[in-house]
């Protein structure tokens, strides 16, 4: 069984989470309302997956995902983000330097999350492959 914390205080999503991980093998949530609570989890538990609702204004998401940044011991895993009111592009420039699965609009929570559960059950490597792509690039040439 793999935890999967959540940082997120909408009711709604964390019932829809739930929901979701009840109708797929191997993925447990846990929930967290507090910040610290989250980064201290990340840090003795050191989960391969993490889902943090980027829209939730009262979780203090800026102040985790710096915490998150600065501290080499939480890039261990990735984390799916959930989002509402932004844009992908502006949300993917304030997220630079955590290792994202996956951006996910609220609205598709349903649809999206049990698939990105399915492609990381069948290719859990996919974790821990932070920036493979930069690294394979530039060891090609052209001749």
């Not at 507090?34 to 980027?54: R, S």
């Not at 955590?98 to 492609?119: C, G, K, Q």
Request: hydrophobic fraction near 40%.
């Amino acid at each position: 069984m793999r935890y999967v914390p959540v940082l997120s205080t909408d009711g709604e999503i964390n019932r829809n989470i739930e929901k979701i991980c009840a109708n797929i093998e191997d993925f447990e949530p846990v929930f967290f309302s507090d910040k610290d609570a989250f980064v201290h989890y990340l840090n003795y538990e050191i989960p391969e997956i993490d889902i943090i609702n980027y829209s939730d204004s009262e979780a203090h998401i800026d102040q985790t995902l710096e915490a998150i940044k600065s501290d080499p011991w939480l890039h261990y895993g990735g984390s799916v983000i959930l989002y509402r009111d932004i844009n992908e592009p502006e949300l993917n420039e304030q997220l630079g330097g955590v290792n994202i699965i996956a951006l996910i609009h609220t609205s598709r929570l349903n649809a999206y999350l049990p698939r990105v559960f399915h492609v990381l059950n069948q290719n859990r490597s996919i974790l821990f492959q932070r920036d493979i792509h930069a690294l394979l690039q530039s060891n090609l040439s052209g001749t």
